[in-house]
């Protein structure tokens, strides 16, 4: 079989340098290798194009509700009261006449913009810990790293809890104690990244060229550690979602008759055994939407891997 033979003549190879040939076999393995993977690269992932599908829904739900849905989601129509998943009602009705896809639309700009201030909040707060311990050392790092372990060591539900007793109840402060519960997930996280990137040549070159500490963290240190943070970001929206819909179902979220998805469940589970579609479509939205959000983070953090 004829082989291609590598740089025969070249003056600055050896003579065992000269003799490495690669077979024309080879050479199709990978060209088949590299088309099969450019394929794959290029196929759509039905899992992550659902993702986006179903979280761009929820997204429209909370900015223009009223394109969705025709019925108001606080009054009741007199003489619909718990009235089965229909044509008329896709969900079916509560108790009190109102339709639950239209409380399910409405409720989506309470739960998703609660979880975003949360993850806005720890992002903020979380990064500046991190930066800070990670940058400086020493003390700082020492107290603000014994800080997060503290932080760490308490259960997020009751911190929460314990958070929204001293504020008050509402979808503000519900989204404030869970963004506090958060803080030291994002403090610990962003803290390792960048002593990461602290260490590395680049940066120690742009300290030896005679870049100032806040010039060169905030041209490389920053821009480098922030990769893994934006997706574990988008994972804890989904958590943030789960914890706000957990608040609200115990009744320390929105107060009724705010269709927050986590207040719609527990009002649901009075009538379980006779009107199951009151908390099994409230509860599929938010698994559905949690679900989505993890996927799209998994696929944010697979970028550049």
Known sequence: MATIETARHHPDLD????????SP???KTDVRENAGAGRRFSRIRPGLFLACLILALAVLWALVPSLFTIYDPVQGLPGQHLRPPSATHLLGTDSLGRDLYARIVYGAIHSLSGALAAVGIALVAGTTLGVLAGSFGGRIETVIMRLVDVMLSIPDLLLSLSIIVLLGFGTVNAAIAVGCTLIAKFARLV??????????????AAFGS???????????????????????????????????ATLGFLGYGAPPPTPEWGLLIAEGRNYIATAWWLTAAPGLVVVLVVISINRISRAIGSIGK
Do not use: M
């Open 15 to 22: 003579s065992s340098d000269r003799n490495i040939s690669i």
């Open 25 to 27: 076999v080879t050479l």
């Open 191 to 204: 803290r390792s990244e960048v002593v990461t990137v602290r260490r590395s040549e680049y940066v120690e």
């Open 210 to 244: 005679g870049g100032t500490f806040l010039k060169v963290l905030w041209r490389h240190i920053l821009p480098n550690s922030l990769t893994s943070v934006i997706a574990f970001a988008a994972l804890q929206a989904g958590w943030a979602i789960l914890q706000l």
